[in-house]
């Protein structure tokens, strides 16, 4: 994993030229803008909102049928 | 020797730089954040259906876009199409080498893909005229096994492999478009954002990096595992990414602030992560590991609020479905499951 020649060494340096360049948002907006949006979709989510698991395509409804 | 050393520090020196970046706008933490919010109830999903029919480990699964059919590989050699709620098998799908060790859905449900230790990605056309499921493509290039595959449509599909590099391929022509190099170590999964502009792979080099499909360039790459990242996830929003490792976490990465924000872990804990998926809103994360069982995770207090039980074997893999109303787990005890 250590042994890289000279070729990867220089794609490497240029890689990292090319992350250090990226636009980074302070954490004091990225955070509450994640949470908010977890939070406004939770209503949506059916592992959190019985009401949405009420119609469960995975659960036998109705009774038995003789056949 | 003088060049390599130059390039040595030269690479020292900009991680030291991204690193300073990263400290600069690390001005809140998700702990504070969050330290107001209730962690949420219990979890308690039950198993609705178990679907039978594999006759070796399942090592990987996909559902479709339609909330409805999935596909499991095992390495009995199938690729099985489900239909989850009937449990139901649409396709038996004998596979010409049986280590396999990924498979995927194409979003419009015409096409799914396997590869493992063959090192191609064969794609097969579930919807032939003659109504005969056929390899359609073998994607030959990588010179390691096929860990993962995502198609971006019917003509596009990415790939990660022991080779260390993803590739994007054309599936009409059987030709790579762009091979995307960097990581260190076998890259063994990959997830493709819900916008399709990019993707993130976790390799066994302990770092997941992220991939602009267009550019063909790595944007950002995440470090802080200690050990190989076996599954990869992106948060449900496109804007965080989750990662599941051998070293018993998973962790969870900002992608607009560049940094990892918190590490889902128990001392209880101590066997790897397999797989990992969110739930629709991002809140539950969904883990499976090497001692059997899965475990769901609030994602915003990191506490551990569920458990499902009930492979004999290894979880090796899982999904969610689009719609967020089930989630399917695989395991080497040659069954899936379906929860909710």
Known sequence: MDELDETQMKNQVESLKYQH??????????????????????????????????????????????? | MGEMEQLRKEAESLKDEITAARKAVNDASLQDTVSGTAVVGRVQLKTRKTLRGHLAKIYAMHWSTDSKLCVSASQDGKLIVWDSHTTNKVNAIPLKSSWVMTCAYAPSGNMVACGGLDNMCSIYNLKAKDGNVKVMRELAAHTGY???????????????????????????????????????????????????KTFISGACDSTAKLWDIREGQCRQTFGGHESDINAIAFFPNGNAVITGSDDATCKLYDLRADQELITYQDSSIMCGVTSIAPSLSGRLILAGYDDFNCN??????????????????RVSCIGVTADGMACCTGSWDSFLKIWN
């Open chain 2, 296 to 313: 769901i995770w609030d994602s915003l207090k990191s506490e551990r609020v569920g458990v499902l039980a009930g492979h004999d074997n």
């Open chain 2, 146 to 196: 096929l860990s993962c595959c995502r198609f971006l449509s019917d003509s596009e599909i990415i790939t990660s492999s022991g080779d260390c590099t993803c590739v994007l391929w054309d599936i009409e022509t059987g030709t790579q478009k762009t091979v995307f190099a960097g990581h260190l170590g076998d890259c063994m999964s990959l997830a493709v954002s819900p916008d399709f």
């Open chain 1, 21 to 67: 360049q990226i636009t980074r948002e302070k954490t004091s907006v990225t955070i509450p803008e994640l949470v908010k949006w977890v939070e406004e979709t939770m209503t949506e989510d059916p592992f959190l909102n019985s009401e949405l698991m009420k119609d469960n395509p995975w659960v036998e409804t109705g009774k038995c049928v003789v056949l």
